[in-house]
């Protein structure tokens, strides 16, 4: 099963913690938290960036262009719903 953001960010805090040399209670919600709101900025920009070589590619095909960005954009929602409730 793959791991979720939430579990990547704790294990980057974690191997960020132990590379800085400082304990494992110095701060690691805020750290695991700006590491999982960095991973999902990524995230959106990367499907920003899918969306329009998707339209691009599909330029002869607008239906089908316009269908695969609405995809990517409502995926796009979902996942700034889920960084806004963080904060």
Known sequence: MPL???ERAEAVTKEVQDILGVSADT???????AV???IINALLEERQRCAAVAFKCCSEDLDKAHK????INRINTALVANLSAMR
């Open 36 to 38: 999982e709101r960095t």
């Open 4 to 6: 979720s953001l939430r």
């Open 68 to 71: 695969i960005a609405e995809e």
């Open 27 to 33: 701060h690691p919600k805020e750290i695991a938290d």
